[in-house]
Each structure stands twice: as structure tokens, then as C-alpha cells.
């Protein structure tokens, strides 16, 4: 590794500011206008001496130097030591007035840049705990407030993420813990049985290779979730008419095991984006309206072309569902009402992996409660 050389520290220069850039363009732009105004005077100097001295010697005789000639001689010659003082003392004026300026400039400079630094220094205290925290820029609606509240806002969104990160990191190790207790209670309660048999042991292994399974679902959900939120790297076109038929099938036992009726109207809906992100979208849709039902309910399930996007939509039975409800319903590990439902009612992640793959492919999605219970659920992509 090379050490810094100290000669070549010493040596480099400052680090130009902002604010010293500033004063050196005021202190570049005085001395500019001085320099013009002064060569301005110079100029149109000899010419008012021209005419001064004709007018001193109106009656010069005619067999003399014409007035111009006389007068110019007389100029050079009288006022040559005088000019030569003026222009000494005009370029110390002008580079003490460069002096005074390049200071007045770096006042000025300051003045004006002192919201910047403190911005500055205020976002460099604002880190991962304190997000909370706001520059809270007042002054007038300039730029410096308008990047102090641009600044503010993506604080706010940061805060927001980082609060939703910590929440959904929360319930994932819940929600990985609760099978994990569970199947470790499990197996020690049926190795300290001193009168266990074959079918004992084998029932507590059953058991466990239920939640084992449970876990391996949680798993490939979180999974899905996080490559939804990834975004789409290849756009390819697909039909919601086929990937919903397909998901009807792989759920129709779960369907008719539980006595809900399955009606669908699938007519030829292409979009494009990610076919297997848009089956993942489907499969949940589908399993959560069959999940969340009643015995004996019903499921509706339609696609087509509405307004030049293809639109799939899905209406269930169900719980009733106030109208505050739904929104936090598409937050991961979220259910309806505050009781935990049982396992086997999913982990709460089916609508969050719904809304995921909707933002990554730009769609809209619309979800209303029915009157009757359960939902309505459209999504249409562009």
C-alpha cells in the first residue's frame, strides 16, 4: 500500500469550495466591468484632449501645424509624466477594489450558500435511527427550500421503508419460530415417552413432516415475495385467460373438497411482462378466494380485454370485510381481524405477493368488499 507523501500534501492545494468559486466569479466579474470601463476612458481620452486644445488656440496661424497635429504634440508632451501617474494610481485602485471585492464576494457568498450548509450538515446527523428527523428548511420558496423539502420527502419514504422492513422481519422469524417450537416440542415429548411405541414415534414424525412442510410453504412465499419486488428483467407476452385456467385446475380438489363452486368466463386476455411472476399472481389469487370462503361458497373468475387492457378479475364469499380492512390486507403477514387464524389458513402473504407483482409489472389493481362478504379483485395490465 503507498503511504501519502507529505511534500505532496503540503504541496496540493485547497479544496475549492463552492463558496470560494462564487467569490472568485463576483471578484472576475468586478474586475472585468473595471478593466472595460477603464479602457472605455482611455479611448475616448485623447480625443477630448484634441478638442480642448483648439479651442485653447482658436487663432493659430495658417502657415502653422493644422490645430489636430499641434494639439496631439502638445497632449504627449505635457501630460505624458501625468498620464503615467494616473495609471499607477488608477491600477492600485483597481487591485485594491479587487481585493475588496473578492472579500465582499466571499460574504456574500457565504450569506447566500448558509442554507446549503446547513442542509448539509443536518443530513449527514439524519441516519438509520433518527429518520424520523427533517431539515424543516423555512426562508423563502427558493431552490435551497425546494431541495431541503425534496430531501425531507425521500426521508420520509426512507423512514417508511425501513419501518416496513423491520415489521416484515419481525413477523418472517414469528412466523418461522412458531413451527420451528413446535415440531422441536413435539419430538422431545415423544423421546421423554419411556412407554412410546413404533406408532407413537411414527405419529409425532408424521406430525412433524407437516409443520416441516408448513415451513417449506413459508419459505417459497417469502422467496416469491422477494423476486417479485425484484422487478421483471425479460418482457415476454402471455394470456391471463390460460394461466388462469391453469390455476383453476392445479386448485379445483382444495375447491371441491370444501364444496365451493368454481365459475369461470375466461376469454383471451394477452399482456406482457413475466409469465411465471403473472402464474404466481393467479395461483394466489385463486388459493386465497378459496382459502378465505365459506363451506359451500363460490368463486367467480373471469378475464378479457376492458378499455384496451387485459383485465382479470376474481369475486369470492366469504367473511365480511369492513372497508378499512382491505388496504392493510396487502401488507405481508396481514389478516382479516386481530385472532390468528389457524396454519392451515396460510401465512398472510398470498395478497402481499399479489401486490408485488402488480407494482413490478406497472398494473392496477382494485379490490372492493361485497356487501354479502368476501371481495371483489381486479387487476388489469397495460
Not at 488656440?57 to 501617474?85: M, N, Q, V, W
Not at 415451513?215 to 385467460?241: C, H, V, Y
Not at 361458497?297 to 383485465?311: F, H, N, P, Q
Not at 390468528?340 to 398472510?348: F, I, K, N, V
Request: glycine share 6%.
Amino acid at each position: 500500500m503507498r503511504l501519502p507523501n507529505p511534500a505532496a500534501a503540503a504541496l496540493r492545494l485547497p479544496r475549492r469550495t463552492l463558496r470560494a468559486q462564487l467569490a472568485l466569479l463576483y471578484t472576475a466579474v468586478f474586475c472585468t466591468s473595471a478593466a472595460a470601463l477603464a479602457a472605455v476612458a482611455v479611448i475616448f481620452k485623447p480625443n477630448f484632449l484634441v478638442e480642448s486644445s483648439c479651442q485653447a488656440a482658436p487663432h493659430t496661424p495658417s502657415h502653422l501645424e493644422p490645430c489636430s497635429r499641434y494639439a496631439t504634440h502638445l497632449s504627449f508632451a505635457g501630460t505624458i509624466s501625468h498620464d503615467a501617474k494616473q495609471n499607477l494610481a488608477g491600477m492600485a485602485m483597481v487591485a485594491v477594489l479587487a481585493v475588496v471585492a473578492l472579500g465582499i464576494g466571499w460574504l456574500i457568498a457565504g450569506r447566500v450558500l448558509r442554507p446549503l450548509r446547513t442542509i448539509t450538515a443536518t443530513a449527514r446527523d439524519i441516519s438509520a435511527r433518527n429518520l424520523h428527523q427533517r431539515l424543516a428548511v423555512d426562508g423563502p420558496d427558493d431552490e435551497f427550500r425546494q431541495l431541503g423539502e425534496t430531501l425531507d420527502s425521500l426521508f420520509g419514504r426512507l423512514e417508511a421503508s425501513f419501518q416496513a422492513q423491520r415489521h416484515f422481519v419481525a413477523n418472517a422469524s414469528h412466523e418461522l419460530r412458531t413451527p420451528l417450537t413446535a415440531e422441536k416440542t413435539l419430538l422431545q415429548v415423544a423421546l421423554a415417552d419411556p412407554d412410546a411405541t413404533t406408532a407413537t414415534l411414527r405419529s409425532a414424525c408424521e406430525k412433524a413432516l407437516q409443520w416441516n412442510d408448513q415451513q417449506e410453504r413459508l419459505i417459497d412465499a417469502l422467496l416469491t415475495l422477494a423476486s417479485s419486488e425484484r422487478g421483471i428483467e425479460r418482457w415476454e407476452p402471455f394470456d391471463l385467460a390460460g394461466i388462469a385456467g391453469k390455476a383453476i385446475l392445479d386448485r379445483h380438489q382444495d375447491a371441491e373438497h370444501r364444496g365451493i363452486r368454481i365459475d369461470a368466463a375466461l376469454t383471451s386476455a394477452p399482456a406482457t411482462g413475466d409469465p411465471a411472476l403473472a402464474e404466481s399472481l393467479l395461483a394466489n389469487l385463486v388459493g386465497n378466494a378459496i382459502r378465505h370462503n365459506l363451506e359451500q361458497g363460490r368463486v367467480e373468475i373471469s378475464t378479457g380485454i376492458a378499455d384496451g387492457l387485459a383485465v382479470v378479475t376474481i369475486s369470492n364469499t366469504g367473511p365480511l370485510v369492513p372497508p378499512d380492512e382491505v388496504d392493510r390486507l396487502f401488507q405481508p403477514f396481514q389478516r382479516l381481524g386481530t385472532q390468528r387464524l389457524r396454519q392451515a389458513s396460510g401465512h398472510g402473504l398470498g395478497l402481499a405477493i399479489v401486490s408485488a407483482i402488480v407494482s413490478v409489472h406497472g398494473a392496477a389493481l382494485t379490490a372492493k368488499p361485497r356487501p354479502e362478504g368476501g371481495l371483489d379483485i381486479t387487476v388489469s395490465f397495460p
